[in-house]
């Protein structure tokens, strides 16, 4: 017995040493070939990076990393379905996370978190409406100079539920409130609920100013000056009867560009830049019969009788697009506006030039009451929006399930890090079920039902009640030397120096909720 314990003794230490010695050697070939992918965590942050900067699919996330195996010293590369844990755990970590999420202290409101809100919601596959709250730096363009984007904001909390109502969205910023603190703004489009969410906040005592969307409120100016306009339905007719005329011909490829029903003006000018290129294709004159022109002309419908409209649409748009571009790139500001006015003094329609105008010089006293007149106010919820779209289209596959979308949108905003992927593996299995298992899976109902036509009737009682959210809450348990930062985007910029602010005072929390803040000045 003794010997054949020492027997297997030996045989173990021989084990354990082939190993360690395989995995030194693994280590010095990776070295040795400047490879950096020797360690899970790499292998998490790489797989997160594919997926959420490349934008490419859990399947080919797999796929590049076995066709890097080899040579990256990836020992075996993981399944779509371990990547999709991977994205489902980087949304709980994120989510965790970001009620430490602070920007930079604003001197004109010393009470508020330094961050701008962002919100909107969308529907998907489901009976339940998502609504989403993704904060930024307010002070976001003194940092960079450029646009506002997905990837410098976070989403701090998301919700759905069968309805919205100004009442239930004011209560669910309310709890938001209470955990991270009050907004320095809020952001958002024209919607009649939110305005009234904001409307009760201030009620309640939680006010901050309320920012209107640039393009949600271009595309009402727009509406509010061509819809009506006699001209503008024969044209947008004529442009459907020539798109049916034009597709399946040797001319498809001047087709119009499709243009949604819902929402038109928020693009509606790309259908007139495509009706005033196609008419410049027919000059005066005859042509011959026959021809490629006579083809053309014959298809155009009654397209030159709205070259008036055209022509106006066109001037306007110009200068509203132009002027866009500014305002998203660097904010609203005096020197921003300064570069607009000769830009909206060329617009052809008065009317159009006064409203926006007057919109511009309200938004441009919000600035002032934040102290951001001369930095530059975030004035654009693109990245919101860019986040619904990326959330519908990116990692979901065919059933745009609303409720999986809403706990996978924490994954999507911002630039993942090594530490996050660190953190990624660190959560356990029993934490990711309970995440996941206040959803219902409409793939899996689709996959029971339509394989068993008797549980029909199952799909009203599985309906779940709870309604699905994410919200920062309050630590329970004392881990926090595991909290990481949560990368802001901004690590490549040189932070802004803040004149006459030595010591600035920011109360986070200081109030319970429903009860204005107030300071104590020695």
Known sequence: MVG???????RDHLRHAHHEMQACVRQHEVQARGLVVDHKVDLVWLALRLFLEVRISFRAVSRVLQLLAAGCGITKAPCPQTIINWVTRLAIVRGEAARHLRGLPLRAAPFSNGLIWMMDSSIGLGTGKILAVVAFDAQHHQRVSEALALDRVHCIGVAVADSWTGDTIAAWLDCLIAQ???PAAYLKDGGSDLHKAVAILEEHGLASPCIDDLSHAVAGMLKRSYHDHPTF???VAACGRVSGQLKHTMLACLAPPKVHTKARFMNVHRLFTWAERLLTLSPPGRAKSGSTLARLRACLDQLPACKALIRRFQGDAAGLLA????????????????????????MPSPALRQEFQAYLAFELETAQTLGLDHVGLPISSDAIESLFGVAKHHGVGETQDAARIALRLPALCGLPTREEAEQVLNVSVARQQAFTGQVISLTKQRREVLGHPERLERLRLTQSDRPVEIIPRPKTRSNDQEIIDISNGYSKSRDPQLLGLDEPLLLENAAPRRRRETALTS
């Open 233 to 235: 339905a024969t044209f």
């Open 180 to 182: 991270m603190g009050r």
């Open 4 to 10: 054949g314990r020492s027997v297997r003794q030996e």
């Open 323 to 346: 002027c866009q571009q500014i305002l998203k790139t660097t904010g609203l500001s005096h020197a921003t506006l300064a570069q607009c006015t000769p830009l909206i003094d060329a």
